[in-house]
């Protein structure tokens, strides 16, 4: 197989991971996560149908359910593009493997990662489903997701190879830049899957409170009842306020920090490609923080939310290019 074709099953996978990423945002935002009651079919069958909800389908084994053909088919449109994706990486982990036997400098860490990774998301879905959309499940899901797509991101740019020296100075305050972002990623992740997105009403103040209230204990017990239906959540306001809140103290540090640091790279480093990902990582910041105010004060518009999800894959990526950069030594 050649470089050549792999790049470009990189590419299509990395189009698709993001699709993928914000699709489940869409899946989640629209209470579809369990618009199929089983995995990996949907109420036993590939495709829905009105068919399906009559009587005599439903008396045995989902008695008691009433199809929602919509929120069947957004789920299923999920896992319909995830399996396809999966797909995708089955062939780049093939073709790497192949032209591993006659370019041993070619990298085969990445492509096995995301076949394990790819597994392990695989699972999460089924959990998703099946603990019934149990937080910690869901938001390991999300991360699952995101981690698929960085991996391919960074997995295209070690089939690139035309990149100048770059300054080592940067490699701690980029990595450290990148583990905020992870958390704070994984913060919005419980923020969504305890459907906690609007506790706080207003901005810059929460409810009209500059600093409310914290119950920390109750809102970030990660060890949820198993066996209980999550959809719409379960956590008390205080609790939900908590965790909003918390979120939004953490988008403060981490917008000021990668604000700063790509600014510094932009004004001090000398290689091009460095500067011109600083740059990248400093427009989507912007444009990050600014859609998380637009879902506050707006009361969570779909179309802002599930673009803050996309934002923060591509965030997560470009900060991966970033630690990718500044470690990185001409031969």
Known sequence: MSLKYIRFLASLAIILALFVVMLGAFTRLTDAGLGCPDWPLCYGHVM??????????????????????????TEMAHRYAA?????????????????????KHLPLFVPILLILLLLFQAALGMWTVTLKLLPVVVMGHLLGGMLIFVSLCYFRMQLST???????????????????????????????????????????????QWFPSLHISNAFNLFSPIGDNYQGGRL??????TIQFIHRLGAYVVASYITILSLLIIFKEKTKALRLW???????????????????????????????NGLAALLLATMLMLCYLAKWRSS
């Open 162 to 208: 035309n990149f100048q020296q770059s300054s080592v100075k940067w490699q701690f305050w980029v990595n450290l830049g990148l583990v905020l972002l992870f958390l704070q990623i994984a913060l919005g992740g419980w923020v969504s899957s305890n459907y906690a997105g609007i506790a706080c009403i207003g901005f810059p103040q929460c409810n009209g």
């Open 278 to 308: 600083a740059m990248f990582a400093l427009l989507l910041v912007i444009m990050q923080f600014s859609i998380g105010i637009v879902n506050v004060i707006y009361l969570l518009p779909l179309w802002s939310a599930v673009m803050h």
């Open 83 to 103: 399996f396809t994706l999966g797909l995708l990486i089955l062939s780049i982990f093939l073709s790497s493997c192949f032209a591993k036997l006659k370019n």
């Open 48 to 73: 829905v149908n009105s068919e399906l909800n009559t009587p005599d389908f439903m008396q045995n084994k989902y008695k008691g359910m009433t199809i929602e053909p919509q929120k069947a088919w």
């Open 236 to 241: 008390a306001a205080d609790a939900r306020l």
